[in-house]
């Protein structure tokens, strides 16, 4: 049988609860997927690169959410300063449609 090297630098992306189950199996993939029935490449995959598995029962079994979400990324302004201008512009319609207090009285 092969030499397993053990892992003993986790990627960051992996998570907590598969790393402590990881160290109490002994430091063996092998042995590891087993347990969780789910093959050992997908744990090894996770642990040395962070690489998640598609697969949302795989993913479920790894102690990762069912579904993968991708951070929100911000819209890049166009040119400097337009968040500011867009924001006077919007000071001046709202100014424009709030109805003005008028000092005269009406007559009728």
């Given at each position: ?51 998640e598995p598609t697969n ?9 959410p069912r579904t993968h ?15 500011r201008v867009k924001r ?21």
């Amino acid at each position: 049988m092969a030499k397993m090297n053990p892992i003993y630098r986790f990627d960051p992306n992996a998570p907590k609860a598969l790393i402590t189950t990881y160290i109490k199996a002994g430091r063996n993939t092998r042995k590891l997927s087993k347990e969780l029935n789910v093959n050992h490449f997908y744990i090894n995959q996770l642990l040395k690169y962070g690489i998640e598995p598609t697969n949302p029962e795989i993913r479920v079994k790894l102690f990762l959410p069912r579904t993968h979400r991708k951070p929100p990324t911000p819209r890049p302004e166009e040119w400097v300063g337009q968040k500011r201008v867009k924001r006077n512009v919007a000071k001046m319609a709202k100014k424009t449609r709030e109805p003005e207090l008028y000092e005269q009285e009406i007559i009728l």
